[in-house]
């Protein structure tokens, strides 16, 4: 409601703007209308002159100081009251919502208030434009409360009246989500330490995941790092104990010189090879104890390819071919059979001088000649090769030709021994070793599956002639 007097007044404590764009700024200019009508009344029944209808209006507007409050609002309760802030932002966000819709009843109040303004403003104006203008000025003369000029076009207040209640519903909207935000800050920190809470769990969860996970990489490459450390270590305690038996110059077998090599397949990747090269050589004797059944041939017991010539020195029975000794590429047939699976000692000589050759088989000479690459001798520098036959310096060998069976005891010397001595080697009567190639465990290596086995005695290979 509003104060006695026609003006509206402000509670104590509610600010006051005296403004069309706000409440208190609208109310006074709806009050002057009002007052102005109440006036026109007055003014009809003291005597003035009438309108052509029977009735005369008199508008007069109130100056804006007139009436410098509009309806107060209600009192909003102070934050200081017993309740929480909480309960206090709730209380004021209802009392501001019934405000409101006071304010909306209000509003529609004097738009019936506007409207019935308009139409008596209208019934004025269809008055005599002279005699209106001659009641203003009377009015005027008397120096009545009027504005001192033409009234304003209705259609411009009415227009800036319905913009100032626009405002003033924009602005109580405004106000009523603002308190509503601020009952949502309130009770943010709650909701936002819940959150925390939350977030902090699954933190905690994926880190305590991500340890988990890191704990059984580690306890992987633990393993798998024992096991490649246990492997290592036994490798390295193989080779350290071979090490040591070659430093002590010991042997897998009683005797370095007591094994033989075993080629069981007609292959061309299994085969031994002599370390020690031969030096240049104008003759030499070549003796070996072999035993093998392969047919057609045993194939080729050894041979000796230096860089130009891969013949230089083959011992080979290839095919249905009697054995034959290759020197320098020339070829002679050795009247020698020993593909009958049992042990055969073999000697063969040869000497540059006419190039003469020797075989022996079991101690007995069975067959001699000459001009086997007279004048030639032996290139030094090449590589020894136990049961293939060599295309090229140490390799490119044909299966067709390989040795299949074993062996032992191959021994060279740079000379063409007696008769005598190799009688004496074959019955076992004398233990001889070659002067330029002697058998030796650690002269012989083998490859592609070639081994060494522990060799029969002499006595027992004599007892299996």
């Not at 008596?120 to 120096?143: F, I, N, P, V």
Request: glycine share 10%.
């Amino acid at each position: 409601s509003c104060q006695p007097g026609g003006r509206l007044g402000p509670r104590p404590g509610v600010r006051s703007e005296p403004s069309l764009r706000s409440p208190a700024g609208m109310l006074p200019v709806v009050a002057g209308l009002l007052l102005a009508v109440a006036a026109g009344g007055r003014g009809s029944a003291a005597g003035e002159q009438e309108s052509p209808a029977g009735s005369r209006f008199v508008c007069t507007s109130l100056p804006l100081d007139a009436a410098s409050a509009g309806c107060p609002l209600p009192p909003v309760p102070m934050q200081g009251g017993a309740l929480p802030p909480e309960e206090e932002l709730k209380a004021t966000v209802l009392q501001l919502r019934e405000t409101v819709l006071q304010q909306k009843e209000t509003i529609g109040t004097q738009r019936e208030a506007i409207r019935e303004l308009t139409g008596k403003l209208s019934r004025c104006e269809s008055a005599d434009g002279k005699s209106a203008a001659g009641t203003w000025k009377k009015e005027l003369g008397k120096g009545k409360d009027t504005m001192g000029d033409l009234p304003r076009d209705p259609a411009q207040v009415i227009d800036q009246l319905s913009r100032t209640m626009q405002t003033l519903k924009d602005r109580l909207e405004s106000l009523e989500h603002q308190l509503r935000a601020n009952v949502s800050y309130a009770a943010l920190p709650n909701d936002l330490r819940e959150m925390l809470q939350r977030r902090l769990g699954d933190l905690e969860r994926q880190l305590l995941s991500k340890v988990a996970e890191l704990e059984d990489e580690k306890s992987l490459l633990h393993n798998e790092t024992s096991a490649h450390r246990q492997k290592t270590e036994t490798a390295l305690n193989a080779l350290l104990e071979r090490v040591s038996e070659l430093e002590r110059g010991n042997s897998a077998f009683k005797s370095p010189d007591e094994f033989k090599v075993s080629l069981p397949l007609r292959t061309n990747y299994l085969y031994g090879k002599i370390k020690k090269t031969l030096p240049e050589l104008y003759a030499f004797t070549v003796c070996l104890w072999l035993r093998s059944s392969a047919s057609p041939g045993i194939g080729t017991p050894f041979s000796y390819a230096v860089p130009g010539q891969a013949n230089e020195i083959v011992l080979i029975e290839w095919g249905n071919n009697p054995i034959e000794l290759l020197i320098n590429d020339k070829v002679a047939q050795l009247p020698l059979f020993i593909s009958d699976g049992k042990w055969h000692h073999i000697c063969i000589t040869w000497t540059t001088r006419d190039g003469m050759w020797e075989a022996f088989q079991d101690g007995e000479k069975l067959g001699t000649g000459e001009n086997l690459a007279p004048w030639h001798p032996i290139k030094p520098g090449g590589v020894l090769i136990l049961g293939q036959e060599q295309d090229t310096v140490g390799g490119r060998f044909d299966a067709t030709q390989a040795f299949v069976g074993e062996m032992s005891q191959f021994n060279i010397w740079d000379r063409v021994l007696r008769a005598e001595d190799i009688m004496n080697i074959a019955n076992c009567s004398t233990n001889m070793p070659g002067n330029i190639i002697p058998w030796v465990d650690n002269n012989v290596d083998v490859f592609g599956g070639a081994t060494k086995w522990p060799v029969e005695t002499c006595e027992e290979r004599l007892l299996d002639l």
